[in-house]
């Protein structure tokens, strides 16, 4: 075991054990030497400081003492010496109970307790953080910290970025334990609430569920809109946040197309759903992306209302509904469950007022309160690139209130809040906690998922940002550091398997999430998918340009061309493909990667010949004089010889004779003269058997 290894099982810092080690005799050490066999239980049961009995013969030329363990001995087992034992007859039993339980106890609990050591104080680091930062954060010098990468064998300098393991091997060296963290976590903690200022909010509701199950229409029918209408292909492919008033009440909405974006956000510790509504179709049941909604919104921990819809149809069982969902775990209240069943129609409107008292009765059972006061915090729903107003960013409001004219950061672009829009499009000028709103004046378009914080002024904006741009390049220079060698050869065989290169283009954050997610599913064995750029806006001339160069393919989800870029794209020829509905990009480029793999070869038997009898021709070589046992023998076909099972050759068959005349087939039940290509060991009895090879093209 190593010195540091050690230090960090006790709890201690590597310098402390060495200075131990020294007062114990055993001098010349570092942090990564090994500790001597003898040293290390007396180490553990002392908690890392020096013995006194331990000297260097007894920790280094001899195994340890014999005394000790004999004392304890005697300890344990009181009844050993027998002048002792006849001299204390009388009092000798009280002895043997109460002896070990005095005398064990200090010898033996240290050992338990101070093994594992006390837990080492935490430390956060973001990825690719220098010495100067570790420096900074445990009080070090810079020296120091350097000297100890030194010693573990890492030659850096101050300033140079260290990849996570490093990053955790030092901290433990220098008593800490490391927790690599994302550059928002890095920064100052959260306000405190004051309890005192919470006051009720709406509920935040997520409508999820399988594809065509009614999703959009029910929330339409709720909120006596259409946007279904609105949405090519009759499905949900953005993210959209409504709120809806209710008996004084109000209740937000988000009604999400895919699931990804909803477990990203969960993943992130953003808690922006409350209350799950789980919409299933009456006539079709519980779908695997049922399912798979149903696992999201146990993993989120909130409740689940489940929304039987489509009760109009003559065809609908809500029986059977709630049968399947009771296989899953969700049972109903009325049969003595813990989840609301509410059958609904939401093209008949039927029952939309009990679905909403339900929503409100669960958000009054949970008590949620934020607090309007302070700093604003929330998370950014969808993103897009407009082209009248720059980047647009849909956010949910979780705690405090944005003003018109605050300042916000989210990742690494900022806003001055120029104005704030609800979903119908009307100007607000506050939002409080669990409302939505877009906000338009973003230096750059953030990414769907993304914290946003409210900040004092522009000023400690730009700064923030500017070090988390940085953080993030450090970060990337970890990642993009020289390969092993071992990388190089798996390089060498990832570069034989061809790529098909795409930039993707659409016209919000959230569908680029999805649509590069679903690409990176597609087996990547054979043909190797690469994004190489992914972006909200239109497609430009530089998209084109960097398409040219790449020989990539532009994809375009619900954005066009500008007409400089479809003159350069048309002239280059540069394929670019336009979609409206999601899955036709993925059939399409799943079908463009069927093509580029490489044809399956399919072996087709066309006949078999057995030799009789050898004939020498010249100019020819050797002629094996054969009869067609089944098939057809054709020249210039592919043949394999087969001697006693084994295939003696795979050739070719070079020449094919009836008597004198060369033919192009013999049939089954003819003799004829077959010569095979560059082989003269046929022998009486050998199989000639001839086949041809196809190739077919393969499918994902």
Not at 279 to 297: M, S
Request: hydrophobic share 40%.
């Amino acid at each position: 075991m190593r010195v540091h290894e050690l230090a960090k099982e006790l709890g201690v810092a590597s310098k402390e054990l060495l200075a131990s080690l020294k007062e114990m005799g055993i001098d010349g050490l570092t942090a990564s030497s090994s500790v001597p066999d003898q040293a290390v239980p007396r180490l553990r049961a002392s908690g890392g400081k020096a013995v006194p009995e331990a000297k260097i013969k007894e920790a280094v030329e001899e195994p340890l003492p014999k005394p000790r363990p004999s004392r304890r001995k005697e300890v344990l087992e009181p009844e050993t010496p027998p002048a002792a034992k006849a001299k204390t007859a009388v009092v000798a039993e009280p002895e043997p109970s109460a002896a070990p339980a005095e005398v064990a106890s200090p010898v033996e609990a240290p050992t338990a307790v101070e093994a594992a050591g006390p837990a080492l104080p935490a430390l956060k680091l973001v990825h690719g953080s220098t010495p100067q930062d570790v420096a900074d954060k445990t009080g070090r010098s810079v020296a120091e910290v350097v000297k100890t990468l030194i010693a573990l064998g890492e030659m850096v300098t101050a300033s140079q970025s260290l990849s996570d393991d490093a990053l955790r091997l030092l901290s433990a060296e220098l008593g800490f334990e490391a927790e690599i963290v994302e550059i928002e976590d890095d920064e100052e903690p959260e306000e405190e609430i004051d309890e005192s200022q919470l006051e009720p909010r709406a509920p935040v509701v997520t409508i999820m569920g399988h594809v065509d199950h009614g999703k959009t229409l029910l929330l339409d029918a709720i909120r006596q809109t259409d946007v279904v209408s609105q949405e090519f292909g009759g499905i949900t492919q953005h993210i959209g946040a409504y709120q809806v008033h209710t008996d004084g009440r109000e209740v937000t909405f988000i009604d999400t197309p895919g699931h990804e974006a909803f477990t990203a956000m969960r993943a992130r510790g953003a808690q922006v759903t409350d209350i799950v509504v789980l919409v299933v179709a009456a006539d079709d049941g519980v779908k695997p992306q049922t399912i798979e909604a149903l696992d999201h919104a146990k993993a989120a921990g909130v409740p689940i209302i489940v929304a039987v819809n489509k009760i109009d149809k003559p065809e609908a069982d809500p029986t059977r509904v709630r049968q399947q969902m009771v296989e899953l775990g969700i049972v109903p209240s009325e049969w003595g469950g813990q989840n609301e069943f509410v059958d609904v129609s939401a093209k008949a409107r039927t029952n939309l007022d009990n679905l909403l008292e339900t929503i409100l009765l669960v958000a009054d059972l949970e008590e949620l309160k934020g607090d309007p006061v302070g700093r604003a915090r929330g998370v950014v729903l969808e993103a897009h690139l407009d082209k009248g107003r720059g980047p647009v960013a849909s956010v949910l409001v979780q705690r405090g209130t944005l003003d018109v004219g605050d300042t916000l950061v989210s990742g690494t672009s900022w806003a001055k809040i120029r104005a704030m829009l609800d979903e119908n499009g009307q100007q607000v000028k506050q939002a409080g906690p669990s409302k939505p709103v877009q906000i338009l004046g973003w230096s750059a378009t953030p990414n769907a998922g993304d914290d946003i914080r409210e900040v004092a002024d522009e000023r400690e904006a730009r700064h923030m940002v500017q070090e988390r741009e940085a953080k993030v390049r450090a970060a990337e220079m970890v990642t993009g550091r020289p390969p092993t060698l071992q990388e190089l050869m798996a390089q060498a065989q990832r570069d034989e398997v061809p790529e098909l290169n795409l930039i993707v283009k659409a016209d919000v954050q959230g569908s680029i999430g999805a649509l590069v997610d679903a690409l990176a599913k597609l087996p990547q064995d054979e043909v190797r998918v690469n994004v190489i750029r992914s972006a909200a806006g239109a497609i430009t001339e530089s998209d084109i340009n960097l398409a040219l160069t790449s020989r990539a393919i532009v994809v375009g989800f619900n954005v066009r061309p500008d007409v400089q870029a479809r003159e350069l794209a048309e002239k280059e020829g540069v394929d670019v493909r336009l979609y409206r509905v999601i899955y036709d990009a993925i059939d399409d480029i799943r079908n463009a990667v069927g093509g580029m793999l490489k044809p399956e070869q399919r072996e087709t038997q066309l006949g078999r010949a057995e030799v009789r009898a050898l004939f020498r021709v010249p100019r020819v070589g050797l002629v094996a004089g054969s009869y067609v046992l089944q098939g057809t023998i054709t020249r210039n076909a592919r043949a394999r010889v087969i001697r006693d099972g084994v295939v003696a050759y795979d050739g070719r068959i070079g020449s094919l004779r009836r008597f004198k005349d060369d033919v192009r087939e013999v049939s089954e039940g003819f003799e004829c003269g077959i010569g095979i290509e560059n082989f003269n060991d046929v022998k009486e009895g050998d199989i000639i058997e001839a086949y041809e090879v196809h190739e077919v093209a393969r499918e994902l």
